[in-house]
């Protein structure tokens, strides 16, 4: 498509780079192509940022640190009891599938191996991609706390400010 729209006489000027956002950044793996297009006939072209933390990407534990008390959106989320014991058995970077996790609390999931379900973090290295759903053991777990982020936390690791109030 790209191709196309450079050599179909479509009068635009495309960049297109394959960004890891951890190299800007963002304490999180996220790994987007973000094509940009300019108007041929103004004559620029976009020039793709320069990393500003390659090889030195925000830990997710450098991310959530120092939260203020009075943070909007900081409070805890409720897990089931089953849900603790669950997550008390994976260890961080493991998730329900990669984890050993006694029989009671195994997930009766049928064809489904979905890399995110009861997945922790690690303290140490970005976060994986947070998505917008949440559901279904797809929170985004503490590394240490048997615990989901709160969406405080959660805003962090997409580099939100703590002034931005999600209501």
Request: aromatic share 8%; hydrophobic share 35%; net charge positive.
């Amino acid at each position: 498509i790209i191709n196309a729209l450079q050599h179909a006489g479509m009068g635009y000027e495309l960049t297109v780079h394959h960004y890891h956002f951890e190299d800007y950044g963002v304490p999180q793996n996220r790994h987007r192509i973000i094509i940009v297009g300019m108007r041929s006939d103004l004559g620029l072209k976009f020039q793709v940022p320069a990393p500003t933390h390659k090889n030195q990407p925000v830990s997710v534990h450098e991310a959530l640190a120092n939260i203020p008390r009075d943070a909007k959106n900081q409070e805890l989320t409720t897990q089931s009891h089953t849900v603790i014991e669950r997550l008390k058995h994976i260890k961080p970077g493991q998730n329900a599938w990669n984890s050993n996790l006694p029989a009671h609390l195994q997930l009766n999931v049928k064809g489904a191996k979905l890399s995110q379900i009861y997945r922790r973090l690690e303290a140490h290295k970005p976060a994986y991609t947070i998505t917008g759903s949440g559901g279904g053991g797809t929170h985004v777990y503490h590394w240490d706390a048997p615990r989901a982020l709160t969406n405080r936390e959660r805003a962090r690791i997409q580099t939100l400010p703590d002034t931005y109030e999600f209501v």
